[in-house]
């Protein structure tokens, strides 16, 4: 049985900790924070679970096999890089590191460990994602035109992360999932309300090998919660919805027939180049995409396989916002690199 501790007991540890109480073949070794309030809150719930305030201290545990690290963007290459270093193998919260040199130094250090190191991009282990990329590998809606991500919403405000390194970054591993490639350059353009440079809205721009080009909007100070990703192709489209538990994927076989498009000079004859067909939901096995995602992290462990989003999947994102922050700051295309 895995042993495995939690460091960071703010928004995201009590969910790590409730899916970990759930499962069999793994135990909650302990619970990690320096706030005191937030570790007393932990032991009422799970009163069996040991709780720390130093995590130095607690990664040299010699019981604790894995450490599951969901504290602030800032504190995320120090503390990965001592577990690491402590023998154990990490799953981090996203984005991965502050920059991509961190990135790249932990990957040395987990290959040098033979370590797991997994990123937490939770969307890749959406089931709904993992269906609408599957639709597209077997080529239901053709070639792949364009793409908007809308992820809005009123707060939760973050002090330490932009909304385009807090909320971007989920339609960035999506995007790099679903398309298989990775961007060649991007465009970026946002502006701080709240706090002082921190960007509350940006819109982003991601331009593909493949002429694909995805377009996301990302804000916590809107009037509604959306979580929608379009995709629009030759042969078809599709609406990911996560906010629709309901109906979460929708596939529209709707297209222009291009062959037809000069075909007839009158406006009324406009329905012969549009093709409007049925909307159908494909089939989708509704579960838990946390707990996908920590149950992919120990079989991982257990099988020693490479994950899903590892860190050369959480390096990829770190490069696009790198990225994107140029195209901020400079104010123009910059490339991917």
């Not at 991509?100 to 290959?111: G, H, N, R, V």
């Not at 596939?251 to 406009?270: A, Q, V």
Request: with cysteine; charged share 30%.
């Amino acid at each position: 049985m895995l042993k495995v501790g939690i460091i960071g007991c703010g928004y995201w540890g009590p969910n790590y900790t409730r899916i970990l109480n759930d499962l069999t073949d793994v135990e909650i070794g302990w619970c990690c924070d320096l706030d005191k309030e937030r570790l007393a809150k932990i032991k009422e719930l799970y009163p069996y679970v040991k709780l720390s305030d130093n995590y130095k201290e607690l990664v040299k545990n010699p019981e604790i096999n894995a450490f599951i690290v969901t504290t602030p963007l800032n504190s995320h290459y120090e503390i990965v890089k001592l577990c690491l270093e402590n023998g154990k193998h990490v799953l981090v919260e996203k984005p991965f590191t502050s920059t991509s040199k961190e990135a790249k130094e932990l990957i040395k250090i987990m290959d040098k460990r033979n370590l797991i190191l997994m990123v937490g991009h939770v969307y890749e282990f959406n089931p709904a994602v993992t269906k609408l990329k599957e639709v597209i590998k077997e080529g239901k809606l053709g070639d792949i035109y364009y793409v908007y991500a809308e992820r809005v919403g009123l707060g939760p405000i973050r002090k330490y992360a932009s909304a385009l390194w807090d909320l971007a970054t989920h339609d960035m591993s999506v995007a790099t999932y679903i398309l298989d490639e990775f961007p060649e350059s991007v465009t970026a353009v946002g502006e701080y309300y709240i706090q002082k440079k921190v960007e509350d809205m940006v819109s982003v721009s991601l331009r593909f090998p493949s002429r694909v080009i995805y377009k996301i909007i990302a804000s916590w100070i809107a009037p509604e919660k959306i979580r929608r990703t379009t995709v629009v192709g030759s042969k078809g489209m599709a609406i990911f919805d996560d906010v629709n538990k309901a109906e979460p994927l929708k596939i529209y076989e709707r297209s222009i027939n291009k062959d037809l498009l000069d075909s007839t000079p009158e406006y009324s004859d406009h329905q012969l180049v549009v093709k409007m067909g049925d909307v159908y939901l494909p089939k989708v096995v509704h579960s838990e995409s946390l707990k996908n995602q920590v149950e992919h992290f120990l079989k991982c462990i257990l099988e020693n396989k490479k994950p899903l989003t590892d860190a050369i999947d959480g390096l990829s994102v770190v490069k696009m916002l790198e990225a994107a922050e140029r195209s901020l700051k400079i104010n123009r295309t910059v490339k991917c690199r």
